[in-house]
Nanobody
Framework: VQLQASGGGLVQARDSLRLSCAASGRTFSGYTMAWFRQAPGKEREFVSAISGSGAATYYTDSVKGRFTISRDNAKKTVSLQMNSLKPEDTAVYYC????????????????WGQGTQVTVSS
């Protein structure tokens, strides 16, 4: 599976941004898809994940109510709609694919995109 993330940019606090990740290769619906992020000087952290069918979604507490993950299995894409952005959301965002049932741990994900920078100014 190859992943290509896009949609990052420079926005102001309280703005919105939508990240997309396009996948190629094997059956897309056979993977849990997730977004992680890494701020300068920090560990890469879990942001959100979505099950293969899209029926189940998971979020880290700091983004609940602001971010929404979705997927389109026909188009082999996963998106992250980010609303009410805060300066602390500034990071490089990575999409990742892992076996069905994968959760919030980096080690569960086998495939990674190249990352897209999100910068939120105050």
């Amino acid at each position: 599976v190859q992943l290509q993330a896009s949609g990052g940019g420079l926005v102001q606090a309280r703005d919105s941004l939508r990240l997309s990740c396009a996948a190629s290769g094997r059956t897309f619906s056979g993977y849990t898809m997730a977004w992680f992020r890494q701020a300068p000087g920090k560990e890469r952290e879990f942001v959100s994940a979505i099950s293969g069918s899209g029926a189940a979604t998971y979020y880290t507490d700091s983004v609940k109510g602001r971010f929404t993950i979705s997927r389109d299995n026909a188009k082999k894409t996963v998106s992250l709609q980010m609303n009410s952005l805060k300066p602390e959301d500034t990071a490089v965002y990575y999409c990742a694919a892992g076996p069905l049932g994968s959760s919030r741990y980096r080690s569960e994900y086998n495939y990674w995109g190249q990352g897209t920078q999100v910068t939120v100014s105050s």
